[in-house]
């Protein structure tokens, strides 16, 4: 259900002796005073009672501005020095902290004459709650929470208090209550909230962001095994959206009680960390597990981690480079497979387009590198050296772009630095990374000629390799859960090139072949032979110069290959599911919680 728009209101400032002793509102029929019952003083008092050293005060609406005078008073002086001794070396006195006051209410601010009065207080600034995309009289809560934020990260970091006036939340508790749940600290000391209720020998109850990444899938159907309950939020495809997200993640939150938040790739985060900082005010963690390369994602991040953001990624290479950007937990969670999905056939037909000798399913990316090129839009020079870029650093152990720049182009790496634009530099990095895959896997492809290979992807591919129906055969790309589980069993050697975004991991086909009771000629990832053993449960080739001989052997050797494809099946089915990491993730997660 859409957010509704708050309603309308009369304003009627009340005057008293020369100056506004208090504001009438009249909503729905009924009268309120901004004033209430006992005036400002005693929530005056309670605010500056509630506000702790050292803490920024965020102040939800500002009322007749009395309890606003009293806090800026109260607080105007610099904070005690700490006496010098043997636990307490000497500090400097703190000076005295600023004060945000959200305060989307005009018209009473109109009346009581708030702005008027604070205009000269260099302490003070007010946030106006922009209006939404979605609705120009709606205001829009995640905006507001990225403008405190920026205010918090300006003033030091330091931990917020949120002073709110009782009416405010009363006026429009879609906002001002969000805000409020949103900004609340979790007291270590206190009760278990909604969520958060973790208890030992009890399935966790993850809320997914989930979207239409494939990986969440699997991840729904291994908590159903798990037994683990589970929610789901929409990640919005529309950025105009994000308030109506919000709103949803707040009310699962407060409906569901979830222990902790899961997404993949960083989907449903927002790039300045507003719905991770909300999270971890609230004490409730964020598993992020990427499956793709964390950096040409996270570097267009300007806010990345919290103390409750977890890190998991497929590739052990990234775990260091991870930590560099100040993630505190990072863990190595590889990728699996669906074993109910991915099986041998029961009955396979003796006749099908799949059917091959030797097959490969993979993209070439063609058509991928040219949009990457139109986005990064790079130099004339980068334009014009960037295949030569790529081949280095496909030759090269580094997972970094720049680095490689820098080593083997130093004379272009200036050009490249002038990508300021994030979003072009992180397309410049994509472009050449999947360049370098498209000439591997080319390059491979090639190898396989002799042998009549079956290639299903892109039709980049008749563009890349010639002799197609000569000396290979084509197939259109294949729908992954429908087709890619008949495609690897009636392949007798199913060829595998992994993305150069990844030298080291083992990729989505490494787990899905052998599931099948199918034969797996791979490269030789060192992440792959910790995960499987190497000429035992799957064939491996150091170098493509090998590629022929071992496909000829194997093409030659029917019951080897059997032989291998059992082995292979047997370990993913011990180690390698989804259920199994999933499992491994929960376990890690419960130490957060």
Known sequence: MPPQSPPSYQVQPIVRDGRVADVRLTLRGKTWHLAGRDGEDALARRWIASLAPGELPVVLGAGLGEALQRLLAATAGPAPPVLPGPSNPPIAPVSPPPVLVVDKETA??????????????????????PASPVSPISPDVPSTLAAIEAWRAEHG?????????????????????????????????????????SRAGRALRPLLLTSKYFLMGEIMTALDRLGAPHKLVSVPEDEAETQAYTRTILTAIDEFRPDFVLTTNHM???????????????????????????????????????????????????????????FAAVHHLPLA????????????????????????????MVVKTRT?????????????????????????????????LQREFPALYPQYAALTQVDRRLAFDTLIMWEATGQYRLDCAKRLT?????????????????????????????????????????????????????????????????????????????????LFVPGVEAAVYSHPDEIADLVRFYLDHPAERRKIAEKGRRRVLAEHTYAKRIGTLCDIMRAFI
């Open 450 to 530: 002799p042998f009549f290979p079956l290639i299903a992807g892109d039709p980049g591919w008749l563009e890349a390799l010639p002799g197609e129906g000569k000396d290979w055969r084509y197939h259109k790309e294949l729908a992954y859960y429908n087709e890619a589980p008949l495609f690897y069993p009636l392949a007798a050697i199913n060829f595998n090139a992994t993305s150069r975004q990844m030298k080291g991991a083992a990729n989505q086909r490494a787990f899905d072949v052998p599931a099948c009771g199918a034969f797996l000629l791979t490269d030789a990832g060192a992440q792959f032979q910790s």
């Open 268 to 326: 449903g985060v927002d790039r300045e960390g507003v719905l991770a900082g909300m999270l971890a005010r609230l004490g409730l963690p964020l598993a992020s597990w990427f499956v793709d390369n964390p950096h040409l994602l996270l570097d267009a991040y300007n806010h990345k981690t919290t103390a409750k953001t977890i890190v998991f990624t497929w590739d052990s290479d990234h775990l260091e480079s991870l930590r560099a950007m100040g």
């Open 372 to 404: 990457r090129l139109a986005v990064a839009r790079p130099s004339p020079e980068l334009t014009e050296a960037y295949r030569d870029i790529a081949r280095a650093f496909g030759q090269s152990p580094g997972l970094s772009v720049a680095q490689c």
């Open 157 to 197: 970091a330091g931990p917020l208090r949120v002073l709110s006036h009782p009416l405010y939340v009363r006026l429009d508790p879609d906002y001002y209550l969000a805000l409020a749940g949103a900004l609340a600290p979790k007291s270590p000391d206190a009760p278990p909230p909604s969520f958060g209720r």
């Open 108 to 129: 009473i601010q109109e009346a009581a004459g708030v702005n008027r009065r604070f205009a000269a207080e260099s302490r003070l600034r007010f946030v106006p709650a």
């Open 337 to 364: 497979t669906d074993e109910r999905r991915f099986r041998p056939l029961a009955r396979p037909p003796r006749e099908h387009p799949f059917t091959s000798r030797v097959s490969f399913l993979g993209n070439s």
